[in-house]
């Protein structure tokens, strides 16, 4: 259209007439930008952001779909994308979905589907569906994540939306940090949903996916508001959750789920055993073990041995839980029977109790990480010495052993030197143990 043209025609018939060139020529911004009504040239910088955020959203799906070209450039024909959705919420399976997309797709606005809306997400779905060259979806459920846990159970789960490709993929593109172990040649790839357009399509196919899981839910349990947080922590979900307990649909295992399971008398023997491990290497024995057995195990009370596992771990690694430990070890090695290990009574605890040469000893475990400590007798304060009394005499009202003398020990680790350096200083002071 020459500028002579525009300027004989209203604002309405321009704007009309711009819709259906597509896309408006340089010459024809150019006359837009001539005419010497504000509105239009208002239309012409509003048509110069268009082109510019469309030039930007090629150049974004170019680099998307770069690992993808570099791949057919090595002779792979069909490379799936694979994703998850679902790893963190309290209720509801895990889904995946496997998607194989051909090489000169173009779907704008494709990307990882948390940087999406539902209502982008929907109309995204509806156009991989009808692009992609094969779609595999697969899912774990809740009582599968509670036996195997939440890694493997996705694992599990992308493995089957593989299944479910009609084409079998000659190159498999994963997100994270982990392959799956399918019987494909996969590659992991760490932030894939914003790297691969195969995998932010994979990614949109198992949120929305699993979305429509959990509104059908939703329908089954109302109270719980699925449709709204899809399974999520929020917190009218937990409140719920404390006031109804969990349904079936919700992941014994994940913290903030009520367990309304009961132990057997198997799970509860492997509970007690957790928690009497002493230190690592006893928990790992006894992890192996319920790993052995897990088959005999049901799958939400394996959720719970897992938890407890889990916690102890933690505790055991703790420095100070470190140090007790190399502290025992030091004592059994230079000939003290240990009687107690974190002996608690009359509202205290001692680190240690142990008996040698007729003395009845009670050990403080100093530990640090970085630097020494300063001189022994000062760790101790006055009312930690109160407590060490109290708990002392309690000890000896269940245990008399009067032909013993009581003394207090102190022993210092620092698990920066190597080996840990270990002081044991005795009679750190004196402590009167008569009622």
Known sequence: MQDSTFQKMTVSDIKDAIENI??????TIQALEKDSRTSVQQLA?????????????????????????????????????????????????????ATILPPDIQIEGLN??????????????????????????????????DQLNIRNATHLAMRRALDQLSIAPDRVL???????????????????????????????????????????????????GLAKHKGYGSAHHLKVLKEHGATPIHRSSFAGVPNNTTLSEVGEVFADGIAAARNLEELTTIGDTIARASL?????????LRELYRKRRTTLQRPGNMGERLATEYLQRKGFAICENNYRAAGGEIDIIAQKDGKLIFLEVKTATQTQFGDPKTWVTPQKQSQ???????????????????????ISIVLSQAPPQIEHTQNAFTLSLKP
């Open 296 to 304: 005999d195990v049901h799958g939400s009370e394996m959720g719970i």
């Open 388 to 410: 060490i009394i109290r708990v002392a005499k309690a000890y000896q009202s269940l245990h008399p052993k009067p032909n013993m003398t009581p003394r207090f020990d102190v």
């Open 174 to 224: 994963i997100d994270g940090n982990a392959v799956p172990e399918s019987d494909y040649n996969e590659m992991a790839i760490i932030g894939g949903d914003r790297k691969s357009v195969s995998i932010a399509a994979a990614s949109i196919i198992a949120k929305v996916t699993r979305d429509r899981i959990m509104v059908k839910y939703d329908i089954e349990y109302p109270e719980y």
């Open 22 to 27: 597509s896309p408006p020529q340089e010459k």
């Open 112 to 145: 990882d589907s948390k940087k999406l809306s539902e209502k982008k997400r929907e109309v995204l779905f509806g156009q991989i569906q009808t692009q992609a060259l094969a779609i595999g979806v697969g899912q774990a459920t809740p009582q599968e994540i």
């Open 45 to 97: 910088k509003r048509i110069r952001r268009q082109q510019k955020a469309l030039a930007q959203e090629e150049a974004r799906l170019e680099k998307m779909s770069a690992l993808e070209n570099k791949l057919r450039s090595r002779g792979f024909t069909h490379i799936a994308g694979v994703d998850e959705a679902g790893r963190g919420p309290l209720a509801g399976p895990v889904v995946a979905a």
